[in-house]
């Protein structure tokens, strides 16, 4: 394995296809997990192979530890050590305090948050090798109060106090932990609100969504050799969302 190549979890679909369609396409070799999408998985395989790119797909549970870190262990064996890992993977199960039922909470805060460590602690002693990359994708749900959402804000800042502390404790072996705060992107997990879009841009001042390519620039961007001083930091990408 001569390339460089990155973890990308829950890159069957949306922003997460979008990352590997991008890093493909910059030279990168791309390993992605999803969990009930299999059908999406295989096509975009298929379509990034008849392109001549380099890929695999792996169906995994983010919230089970020790498959994590055989799935890790084996690419690793495969492909030698990451240069990136980027952690995607995430789920709604939206509720008031008042109604959310605790495997709702449970739920959330596993395949959002628990599934970021789990990556983490499995690519890392392969990382400190050679150095690299770590991205959090977190959302601006963990920057500002969303209601019917404190699960899914609670997993979101997590990843944000996960990436400071991380990037401090990592930076003495050259690799960089940074995060991204999505606003309002145009994929299917934006579909329930589809009946509100006029309302909802009205509270956007570029009164427009994101396209899930806004996101995949910027992780690129991060895992280049331009951004290699940056690192411990959160960029949001919300077109003026949280201005």
Not at 25 to 30: D, T
Not at 38 to 61: C, P, S, T, W
Not at 62 to 81: I, K, N, Q
Not at 109 to 117: M, R, V
């Amino acid at each position: 394995m001569k390339r460089k190549w990155t973890l990308v979890t829950g890159g069957s679909r949306g922003i997460g296809a979008a990352i590997v369609r991008q890093l493909v396409e910059s030279g990168y070799a791309v390993a992605f997990t999803y969990k009930n999408s299999r059908d999406k998985a295989r096509r975009l395989v298929e379509e990034l192979e008849a392109a001549g790119h380099q890929l695999q797909a792996l169906e995994i549970d983010g919230r089970h530890h020790r498959d994590v870190l055989t799935a890790v262990t084996e690419l690793a064996d495969r492909w030698g050590p990451p240069h990136a890992l980027i952690n995607n993977q995430g789920i709604t199960r939206d509720g008031s305090a008042l109604n959310m039922e605790y495997s709702d909470w449970l739920e959330v805060i596993d395949c959002n948050l628990n599934s970021a460590f789990y990556f983490i602690k499995a690519c890392l002693p392969h990382m400190l090798e050679q150095g690299g990359c770590i991205v959090q994708v977190s959302s601006v749900s963990g920057l500002k109060g969303t209601p019917g959402q404190i699960n899914y804000s609670a997993s979101k800042a997590g990843l944000l106090g996960l990436t400071r502390s991380l990037a401090v404790e990592l930076a003495r072996f050259h690799i960089r932990v940074n995060a991204i705060c999505p606003g309002f992107i145009e994929t299917d997990m934006l579909e329930p609100l589809q009946a509100q879009k006029s309302a909802l841009l009205r509270h956007i001042p570029q009164r427009a969504l994101g396209q899930a390519n806004d996101v995949a620039h910027t992780i690129r961007y991060l895992l280049s050799d331009e951004a290699r001083y940056i690192t411990g930091q959160t960029i949001t990408i919300d077109g003026g969302l949280t201005a």
